[in-house]
């Protein structure tokens, strides 16, 4: 089947249904031929956040920082605890989450929000979640720019070559979250309690994962929480994707945590192995998510 | 190929399953009541039409008769959910002038978004864009945020994105006139030098005057189906005595009701309804009142 917009002569039946790999080629497709609107999608996006602040872009270096500063206060101060180089340790693993948080609160409501032009137009709607996680790229690259900043001017007994992982870590993450993106954003047409819900998900994943603890037993709270949960459900914490993700970050930034909590290994090789899964689990997903999209996409100017 | 559009047995059906804001909730009260209502509908039924190049088709039909659900299959937004809808050339939609826009760009990146939605190829849209900034007429305007903009500002640009596009098959719904006096003529004109220049036209309006004047053949749409087809001028008369009657027979009802001939056991148009599809005789205010809409 041919797209209706871009080709000279069109066909349309009932009868006619792609399978999962013509789905798959259509999508790649409405991709290719659309990254101008993705482009322009985009940079209106950046510019709808930046327009009613007094800070404006600003607002990119500041956001992360704040964000940081918010859980080290609460977690140095309040709840006292002592991991060396504290601000890095966090830094490391909130700003990718960040990332991937938002990105899924954009892409949730990304096809609804767009209600009246999909009634109106015929395009590739696959384009408007795509979209809403590709505008958050700029975010987590300033984000990164100002963490490098840091590390080598405040933290440079962490500074490794290790540090060159991190792209390859995030193109991982952004597979992982596009398929996921594509997932719920489609599912929220039908349902829009997912919208809802996936705010609560999100946040209950962000203290399941570690952002604020890692898995070495001497940084901070993880002797509570295995005790807690005893080894199947730490078992089970490590099966969760962003425990691969954010571990490989922090290891490559930051480095380790010793045994003994008062000091730390710096910069290390990433566990290749379960990230290379996990990028095989989240071409999956993308797969999924796609051809989920895809064969839903027709109803949705019905629906909304 | 000797047509531009094709449709054969075409059909829609919504769900009303997945009807506006569905939630789980809900969902889970019609599985425990799964009888409540009836599950689907049919905008549209056995709508059957060719249309030749060179001829301009208007589609006329009381509210809810499925007008714009056809113009949406022509468009590809809607999939049919029937039989098969063919379209034989580059199809532009001017369904609604202003759905694309975005409030935080300039006019001028507008003109380029609307293309890119359009999948118009940005070099051609970049040759257009001066002649649409000409024609909409905003000056300075053009290059601020589209949020500083008046509603007739933004209806002016829509209209000159609308009409630049240089299609095969132009499918337009009603709401084109706009902006003021001086606009809506220079607009009129405008339309029909795309109109005649398009290869073929549907047109969907409330405004008879439209039909006549720029359409050589029009289709009476009544509930989903296809009550009439062929001369503009024929096809409106018939349907404004179709509306004619239904507005008679709704005031008929009404006074059926206040006099107690009819019991009050609803709203009169559900009264109505219910009276089509069960077959049951209603009072309709003329007395000739035998032809049935």
């Not at chain 1, 984000?143 to 290790?162: K, R």
Request: charged share 20%; aromatic share 8%; hydrophobic share 50%.
């Amino acid at each position: 089947m041919q797209i209706a917009t871009e080709a000279p002569s069109s066909f349309r039946s009932s009868a006619v249904r792609p399978g999962a790999v013509g789905l798959m080629r259509e999508a790649l497709h409405d991709v290719l031929a659309r990254r101008r609107l993705i482009r322009h999608l985009i940079s209106a996006d950046i510019r709808r956040k930046g327009s009613d602040t007094l800070l404006g872009n600003v607002w990119w270096v500041l956001d992360p920082l704040l964000q940081m500063s918010v859980y080290l206060i609460l977690l140095s101060v309040i709840l006292q605890r002592s991991t060396p180089d504290f601000p890095l340790f966090l830094f490391a693993a909130i700003l990718p989450w960040k990332w991937f948080a938002s990105s899924i609160n954009d892409a949730v409501s990304s096809v609804v929000r767009q209600e009246r032009l999909i009634k109106q137009v015929q395009f590739p709607k696959i384009v408007l979640p795509v979209s809403a996680v590709a505008a958050e790229i700029l975010n987590l690259t300033f984000g990164f720019l100002i963490m490098l900043g840091m590390l080598v001017l405040f933290f440079p007994a962490h500074v490794t070559l290790n540090v060159a992982w991190v792209p390859l870590i995030a193109l991982v993450q952004f597979v992982f979250t596009v398929g996921l993106a594509l997932l719920v954003a489609s599912i929220n047409v039908f349902y829009r309690d997912v919208g809802i819900l996936s705010g609560h998900l999100i946040r209950l994943w962000f203290f399941l994962s570690p952002t604020l603890w890692s898995f070495d037993s001497s940084a901070g709270r993880f002797g509570a929480i295995e005790e807690a949960l005893g080894e199947a459900g730490v078992n089970i914490l490590r099966m969760n994707p962003f425990a691969v993700l954010l571990t490989a970050y922090r290891d490559a930034i930051y480095g380790r945590v010793n045994a003994t909590g008062d000091g730390f290994t710096p910069g290390q090789t990433p566990d290749l192995v379960a990230l290379g899964m996990l990028f095989l689990f989240s071409l999956g997903l993308l797969v999924l998510g796609t051809v989920v999209f895809k064969r839903v996409e027709p109803a949705f100017a019905k629906v909304l | 190929m000797s047509f531009a559009i094709q449709a054969r047995d075409l059909g829609v059906r919504y769900s009303l399953r997945f009807t506006k804001k569905t939630s789980i909730r809900r969902s889970f009260t019609r599985l425990l009541k799964p009888d409540r209502g009836e599950k689907s509908f049919w905008a549209l039924r056995e709508v059957t039409f060719t249309l030749a190049p060179g001829e301009s088709l208007g589609i006329i039909g009381p509210n809810g008769a499925g007008k714009s659900t056809l113009l949406q299959v022509l468009a590809g937004i809607i999939m049919p959910s029937e039989g098969v809808v063919e379209v034989n050339g580059h199809v532009s939609t001017l369904l609604h002038l202003q759905a694309g826009f975005d409030q935080e760009l300039s006019g001028r990146e507008n003109i380029m978004l609307a293309g890119a939605l359009m999948g118009i190829d940005h070099r051609v849209m970049e040759q257009r864009e001066e002649s649409i900034v000409d024609f909409a007429d905003i000056d300075a305007f053009i290059d601020a945020p589209l949020r500083t903009y008046s509603s007739g500002m933004r209806a002016k640009l829509g209209f000159s994105i609308a009409t630049a596009v240089d299609p095969d098959i132009l499918l337009l719904d009603e709401v084109l006139q706009t902006g003021d006096e001086a606009f809506r003529e220079k607009s009129h004109k405008r339309i029909g030098e795309v109109l005649s220049a398009a290869k073929a036209v549907v047109l969907v309006s409330h405004d008879m005057s439209w039909i006549t004047e720029f359409c050589n053949r029009a289709i009476l749409l009544e509930k989903g189906r296809i009550v009439a087809d062929g001369n503009p001028d024929e096809v409106v008369a018939l349907h404004m005595e179709h509306s004619e009657f239904r507005k008679q027979r709704y005031r008929a009802v009404i006074k059926a009701m206040r006099s107690g001939e009819i019991p009050v056991t609803a709203r009169p148009k559900q009264v109505i309804r219910e009276a089509e599809r069960t077959g049951r005789k209603l009072p309709t205010g003329s007395p000739q009142g035998s032809s049935k809409p």
